[in-house]
């Protein structure tokens, strides 16, 4: 814990505009949770059991954070450079691999089962990031950065272009939602799932798009801004019941490292600054009113006055 998160309130949690003051927690303060990493990704909450799983991509780990102990252990190594991971309606584990190029699906007996891997015959690039639908479709972002050297993956050719693909959660069937992204990123729905965020992480400077999802459930349309992170390089991020953005936010300077807060309409609000860039986050806790920061090197926590919908 640093210095500044003894104090209360803690100024690291900044208002930028007042209404952010209504989710922020007076007594709260940002905890680290654990240091070690080489490039923290993909948090996902397991309330059943009490613990947190995320990615340590380059050194081809998943890390689990128990609450109750505070312990951090190896979950899975080698995890195929797993970047981000949610739970399926089932509340199973679902990951995106880099160095296969799949999505796959933990099983309650620990077996693995590969959901997608190709689409018309051809490999992925990279999956990363991935939400679960209430119908319990999969959408996932696969841009080629698990393919652009040996950090995080191996070098290899691109097969497909960069898109967004959605598996169908009864069929299987794997299709594109949006090929129209430039290095499509985090995403994720608003609360009624009327709208589909994504980050186009290859725009200079980086946006924060979003879509309007079709009555069918299985489409988008409407590609427009919703934010312009001008300095900011917003990844990967998640919605509270509220429809607010938390984004996962940095890169390098005060200002910016941590996690940027915006109103559904894409109004920065508030931000909690971080020692490091913050990658991606997700809400966790016995009410889902526990924001958990998967940054650089490491993982931070933070109460926070509003709750993560939920499957997020």
């Known amino acids: 814990m640093t210095d500044s998160s003894r104090r209360y ?57 128990d609450e109750e102990s505070g312990v951090v252990t190896p979950f899975r190594q080698p995890s195929n450079n797993a970047n981000g991971h949610t739970r399926d309606r089932e509340g199973r584990l679902v990951s995106c691999e880099h160095l296969t190029r799949r999505i796959t699906r933990t099983e309650y007996d620990g077996s693995i089962t590969v959901l997608a891997d190709r689409y018309h ?19 996932f972002s696969d841009p080629t950065f698990g393919i652009d050297g040996f950090y995080e993956g191996e070098q290899l050719e691109s097969e497909l272009p960069a898109c967004v693909y959605r ?8 299709t594109v939602v949006a ?16 709208l589909l965020y994504v980050v186009a992480s290859r725009e200079s400077p980086r946006k924060i798009r979003v879509f309007d999802a079709r009555g069918d459930g299985r489409t988008l349309e409407n590609n427009r801004v919703l934010i312009d992170a001008g300095e900011g390089t917003p990844d990967g991020f998640r919605v509270d ?51 958990f920061m998967a940054a650089s090197h490491g993982l931070y926590s933070l109460y926070v006055n509003t709750q993560g919908v939920k499957g997020g």
Request: glycine fraction near 12%; proline fraction near 7%.
């Open 179 to 194: 090929d129209d992204i430039t290095g499509p990123n985090g995403l994720a729905f608003s609360p009624d799932e009327s």
């Open 121 to 139: 015959g051809k490999r992925f690039n990279s999956p990363n990031d991935l939400i679960v639908k209430s119908d319990g479709s999969i959408w």
């Open 9 to 65: 309130p803690d100024p690291a949690v900044r208002v930028l505009d007042p209404r952010f003051a209504a989710l922020r927690l007076a007594s709260a303060s940002v905890e680290c949770l654990y240091q070690g990493a080489r490039w923290s990704e993909g948090p996902v909450w397991f309330g059943d059991g009490r613990y947190l799983l995320w990615s340590d991509i380059p050194n081809n780990r998943i890390l689990r954070w």
């Open 241 to 291: 019941i509220h429809g607010n953005l938390w984004c996962g936010w940095g890169m390098g300077t005060d200002e910016l490292d941590g996690v940027r807060v915006f109103t559904p309409q894409g109004e920065p609000i508030g931000h909690i600054a971080l020692p490091e860039r913050c990658a991606n986050v997700c809400f966790g806790g016995r009410h889902r009113n526990r924001l």
């Open 167 to 174: 598996v169908d959660g009864q069929s299987g069937e794997v």
